[in-house]
């Protein structure tokens, strides 16, 4: 059970901003190739590998993706100072003082901000506004900064993770290298139906590895694994903090992208319960996942998502609880050992209910 | 001997938040060991080292930079073990969401100062300003565990290592003042090599940020006949006043204005003219808001000179300094005292 936390505090130190996965590609490849039958990289880079089942079952595609939010550099000033364009959902006042990689080379550099002493009253009083900061790399003109960096260069926030609290993990990008280490993980086992496991790029930038993914595979039952929100910090409305840190799994009913399959979903709590493994419903209906792409594919496929709760997620500095991941890992295997069967069954039973 | 790059890459890692800056007393006094033939901390944790003179007769000069650091201070503790908190110094609550902190509670302890993520920010809160009254620090424990780790009152530091920039410039927090203090250590580096007729007192201070409190005491303690203040200035970034900012790499800046003793001044820019120190002027037609104004009305006034090492970013995590500037203050203070006394 250790393994998989160390494939996240590994996955989590690298960069893999949307569109420049390669390196968490590279990573992921070299962990799993032993135990995968096949595998390739389409041309959008998802990495998509196959698993032999042993018996009967339906086509399953499990998907993580590998990149992250992060940002791009958009235009050089003449002081030497980097404008950007943020590369996925990242809110203003999370980009202040923060340090940065650049680049291939990971170029260092840090998000300044106007100090406080010169701000008017207007600037006081108000928001972080992103067309106000700028990237510094020590530069002292356009010129310097030019042998050094590119405009379209990514940009990720250069923090390490650090174990921490109870059981407590910060990082960046848990979202959603929980989802690339549980999915590893779930590789290494064997399993009676086929397994497609899809490690998708610019998930973050509106679902896209998912697609072209999901039409090579061609599945009927598609598990997302992810990390999710959580916002369980004290004078939030219970159903505000969409996943409380520490209790399981959550499970998806509806967001932004997809209802999820019912009878899966079922399915899955009903695993966990028989299994007693901690699971929790996803309180809001906020953000989505590749599960809304991978839905939609060929004739439709039966999706769910399993995620870790990942508090201030979209962050440099994101919180999981260990037990989450674990519990992640055992239910999705508890799931895929009797999938066969049960699908099968929800199948007949749909049929007699619906058609 | 630590280069000054290496040294304030380790000070401004170290925590000292003002009003408990005895966490790192006996590193300052360690460095001022090196080089001082006596190094004492006084009651207040200020950090006092004398260098002492050749004259038989000897003048005073005190040099003095804070190095107390703005933070945190827990003000309570939640059911759920999230901390509340308040600023110590004048911390800018736009600049510290998605930060790493070290609570400093019976140990020091890891949190982050957690922000809500935008999938679920309503926009109707989109443009408005998070208060530090509504944030919390995630320590990872549950209430019980977090009251036996972390009392109301402890103190908390930002956690950042610093970055190495491009031309010899470091990011980080705390450059206000660990670059002072660097720019002390290379006074006394430079006080070495010269012959110097006055006792020199370099002091640590502390408790500048809560309102120039080391400054009150020190000034009080050691007689002086010069009195040199080193503090960071604002460093030139966009969208800044033009004459409060000043760019890096062009040395250190020379205060000019009311409180600032003209003669000294004068003096010390002719010098940095003479020897090519690189320098600027700062004007400063008010107090300073620095040690300076203390220095000026201690006892029956001490002549004092002001020296600035420019900073981006001022009380922000990635205060930004060149290690250049800092050099060229050490160098020009260093100048000035030893060539007191041949005038």
């Given at each position: 059970m250790m393994e998989v936390f160390d494939l996240v505090k590994k996955l989590t130190a690298i960069d893999g901003v949307s569109g420049e996965e390669e390196?968490?590609?590279?990573?992921?490849?070299?962990?799993?190739?032993?135990?995968?039958?096949?595998?390739?990289m389409d041309h959008l880079g998802n990495l998509i590998t196959f698993k032999k089942g042993s018996g009967k079952g339906p086509r399953v595609m499990l998907d993580a993706h590998m990149d992250e939010v992060g940002l791009m550099v958009s235009h050089i000033n003449s002081d030497g100072l980097l404008k950007f364009q943020t590369v996925g959902g990242i809110e203003a006042r999370v980009l202040v003082g923060?340090?940065?990689?650049?680049?291939?080379?990971?170029?260092?550099?840090?998000?300044?901000?106007?100090?406080?002493?010169?701000?008017?009253?207007?600037?006081?009083?108000?928001?972080?506004?992103?067309?106000?900061?700028?990237?510094?790399?020590?530069?002292k003109d356009r010129e310097q900064a030019e042998e050094w960096v590119d405009i379209g260069d990514t940009v990720s926030f250069a923090y390490d993770p650090v174990e921490f609290g109870d059981n407590k993990l910060m990082a960046k990008a848990l979202d959603d290298r929980v989802g690339c280490a549980v999915l590893i993980e779930l590789l290494k086992g064997s399993y009676e139906c086929d397994i497609y496991g899809c490690f998708t790029v610019q998930e973050e930038i509106g679902l896209k590895g998912a697609k072209t993914a999901s039409f090579q595979v061609m599945p009927e039952v598609a598990l997302v694994l992810e990390g999710t929100t959580c916002y369980d910090v004290p004078d939030t409305k219970e159903q505000s903090m969409s996943t409380l840190c520490g209790k399981g799994p959550a499970l998806t009913i509806m967001d932004r992208s997809v209802i999820a399959d019912r009878d899966l979903l079922t399915y899955i709590s009903d695993t966990a319960k028989a299994c007693k493994i901690p699971y929790q419903f996803k309180k809001t209906i906020s953000g989505g996942t590749d599960a809304g792409r991978i839905q939609v594919n060929g004739t439709g496929v039966k999706v769910a998502t399993i995620a870790v709760p990942c508090r201030y997620i979209h962050t440099p500095v994101s919180v999981m609880d260990k037990s989450d991941l674990e519990n992640m890992l055992r239910l999705a295997k508890e799931v895929l050992k009797t999938l066969p069967a049960a699908i099968n069954l929800y199948r007949e039973q749909g049929g007699k209910q619906y058609v | 001997m630590m280069e000054c790059g290496e040294l304030l890459k380790e000070l401004s890692e170290i925590s000292a938040v003002t009003g408990r800056e005895n966490m790192a007393a006996e590193k300052i006094a360690g460095l001022f060991r090196e080089y001082c033939d006596e190094v004492r901390i006084d009651a207040f944790y200020n950090v006092i080292g004398l260098k002492k003179g050749q004259s038989e007769n000897p003048g005073t000069v005190l040099v003095?930079?804070?190095?107390?650091?703005?933070?945190?201070?827990v003000t309570g503790i939640e059911d759920s073990g999230f901390l509340r908190f308040a600023a110590a110094g004048g911390i800018d609550a736009k600049t510290i969401g998605a930060m790493e902190v070290t609570v400093?509670?019976?140990?020091?302890?890891f949190g982050v100062i957690g922000t809500k993520p935008?999938?679920?920010?309503?926009p109707e809160d989109a443009d408005k300003t998070v208060k530090m009254e509504d944030m919390r620090i995630d320590i990872g424990f549950d209430g019980p565990k977090a009251r036996e780790l972390v009392r109301v009152g402890d103190m908390v530091s930002f956690r950042f290592p610093v970055q190495e920039l491009l031309n010899k410039r470091l990011a980080g927090k705390s450059m206000d003042n660990r670059s002072g203090v660097a720019a002390l250590v290379e006074i006394l580096k430079e006080l070495r090599k010269v012959r110097h007729e006055d006792n020199v007192y370099v002091v640590a201070t502390v408790q500048e940020e809560l309102g120039l409190i080391g400054a009150f005491c020190t000034t009080y303690n050691i007689r002086a006949d010069l009195g040199i203040v080193i503090d960071v200035c604002h460093g030139d970034m966009p969208d800044c006043p033009s004459d409060e900012v000043f760019p890096l790499d062009k040395g250190v800046a020379v205060a000019v204005g009311p409180i600032l003793n003209r003669k000294h001044t004068r003096a010390c820019i002719r010098l940095a003219e003479d020897e090519r120190i690189p320098y600027q002027v700062d004007p400063e037609a008010s107090d300073t808001?620095?040690?300076?104004?203390?220095?000026?009305?201690?006892?029956?006034?001490?002549?004092?000179?002001?020296l600035s090492i420019p900073s981006k970013y001022m009380h922000t995590p990635v205060e930004l300094v060149a290690i250049d500037d800092i050099v060229s203050t050490g160098r020009l203070a260093a100048r000035y005292i030893a060539g007191r006394g041949k005038e």
């Open positions: 390196k968490v590609r590279d990573f992921i490849l070299s962990q799993i190739k032993d135990y995968v039958d096949e595998y390739h923060k340090r940065v990689r650049i680049g291939e080379e990971g170029i260092p550099g840090v998000i300044g901000y106007k100090p406080v002493h010169l701000q008017d009253s207007t600037e006081r009083n108000g928001a972080v506004k992103k067309k106000q900061l700028t990237i510094d790399i020590g530069a | 003095t930079a804070h190095y107390d650091e703005i933070g945190l201070i400093h509670g019976s140990k020091d302890l935008p999938h679920l920010i309503p808001g620095t040690e300076a104004a203390v220095h000026a009305v201690a006892r029956e006034g001490i002549p004092v000179i002001l």
